[in-house]
């Protein structure tokens, strides 16, 4: 399977269905790992992970550097080890969930991936932990930036209240120092595609700077929690809210999982088992 395949076609029949809640917009995403969708999903995720990390081209040429012992060490260096999976590695695996679900659900565009830009495995680049665009093909002017944070653990109740807080402060007025994280987000994506000579695509990307003075710059915000079918329920949610509501644009976006710890060591280990096409 292609990476550029839809996550649609892996996703079980009532996946992506909204729920009711008081005060937040929600979307469910199912992903059963079972024998008929298992090698599949594997394929497709490991791809996806593995190049949200480490650009293809450049794998290509560390193989032929180095050989395939290079490209292991690489690996090595680049992936958060199975020894730290309920830490970075989880937290970076979730990242990957919300980038696959903003492309291929929504039809957004990522042209920066934030993982690649880390200085070793557990050192983050700053900001906000997805910055998605819906770029609009005949008139560019209608675009629109999407911001998401996300926490994923096969804990139900981990991190919920810190990420609907997170998207609270981007969404309220005022909090200049959330207004400024949106700001240094979108000032990171373009001052790289700046330094990839993609000077087209930074140009449109470069007005969002202002986009927290500009509502209509803003399509959503996506809160993501990636969570362990087994334990999930929707009591997790009972009294969250946002501070400020925006249904219009604010969606809480959970995706279940079956067997989250196998399943998120299953994918890290098939994505190092890189072969060039």
Not at 5 to 17: D, E, K
Not at 45 to 50: K, Q, V
Not at 239 to 254: A, F, I, N, Q, S
Request: proline share 4%; net charge negative; glycine share 4%.
């Amino acid at each position: 399977m292609s990476s550029k395949q839809s996550l649609s076609t892996l996703l079980t029949p009532n996946s992506a269905n909204h729920t009711q809640h008081p005060s937040l917009k929600c979307r469910f995403y199912n992903l059963e790992i079972n024998p008929l969708v298992n090698q599949a999903y594997l394929e497709y995720a490991s791809n996806s992970l593995r190049e949200a990390y480490v650009d293809n081209d450049y794998l290509s040429s560390v193989l032929a550097r180095e050989g395939f012992e290079g490209v292991t060490k690489l690996f090595s260096e680049r992936f958060p080890p199975a020894s730290n999976e309920f830490g970075v590695r989880s937290g970076d695996f979730g990242e990957v969930i919300a980038h696959m679900v903003l492309q291929d659900v929504f039809g957004h565009t990522i042209p920066v991936m934030k993982l690649r830009y880390k200085t070793n495995w557990e050192k983050a680049a700053f900001g906000v932990d997805v910055v998605a665009f819906h770029l609009h093909a005949s008139d560019p002017s209608q675009d629109t930036v999407v911001f998401s944070e996300v926490k994923a653990s096969k804990q139900k109740d981990y991190g919920i209240d810190k990420v609907l807080e997170e998207i609270s402060l981007l969404v309220e007025e005022g909090q200049p120092e959330s207004k400024q994280k949106m700001r240094n987000a979108v000032r990171f994506v373009s001052e790289r595609l700046f330094g990839e000579k993609q000077f087209e695509l930074e140009k449109r990307i470069y007005r969002f700077l202002d986009c927290y003075t500009n509502p209509k710059y803003v399509e959503a915000f996506f809160p993501f929690l990636v969570r362990d079918k087994a334990t999930w329920n929707n009591d997790a949610l009972s009294g969250k809210t946002l501070r400020k509501p925006e249904p219009d644009k604010v969606t809480l976006c959970v995706f279940l999982l079956d067997n989250f710890e196998d399943t998120m060591n299953a994918v890290y280990l098939k994505a190092t088992q890189w072969q060039q096409n």
